[in-house]
């Protein structure tokens, strides 16, 4: 079992950064690879970015690609979400989770925990 707690979110201004980060308990967060993903009302949950369990690997869906930036330490047992740039459609509360693979994986079925969310607002 890993436990995942999502910290970072808040309020900020188009243009404004935000760095999300989300800290494992339980089993170690290196034997997992993990994600992060962003639901707004009334929108499914979407994939965000992608990172594998060891790091080398990145995914991004396109409309963060160049803002955003996914990172692990593997040491510190986290996983972070720089956020650059961001737009009013970055609203939405975003969610950390860790999947049972060593590839990146960007699809929400495939992950097996996840943490509660961080809401982020982007006023334009």
């Known amino acids: 079992q890993v436990q995942l707690v999502e910290s970072g979110g808040g309020l900020v201004q188009a243009g404004g950064s935000l760095r999300l980060s989300c800290a494992a308990s339980g089993r170690t967060l290196s034997k997992y690879a993990a994600g992060w993903f962003r639901q707004a009302p009334g929108k499914e949950r979407e994939f965000v970015a992608a990172i594998s369990r060891s790091g080398g690997s990145t995914y991004y869906t396109d409309s963060v690609k160049g803002r955003f930036t996914i990172s692990r330490d593997n040491v510190k047992n986290t996983v972070s979400l720089q956020m650059n740039s961001l737009k009013p459609e970055d609203t939405a509360e975003y969610y950390c989770?860790?999947?049972?693979?060593?590839?990146?994986?960007?699809?929400?079925?495939?992950?097996?925990?996840w943490g509660q969310g961080t809401q982020v607002t982007v006023s334009s």
């Open positions: 989770a860790a999947a049972n693979s060593l590839a990146v994986v960007t699809t929400t079925q495939r992950y097996d925990y």
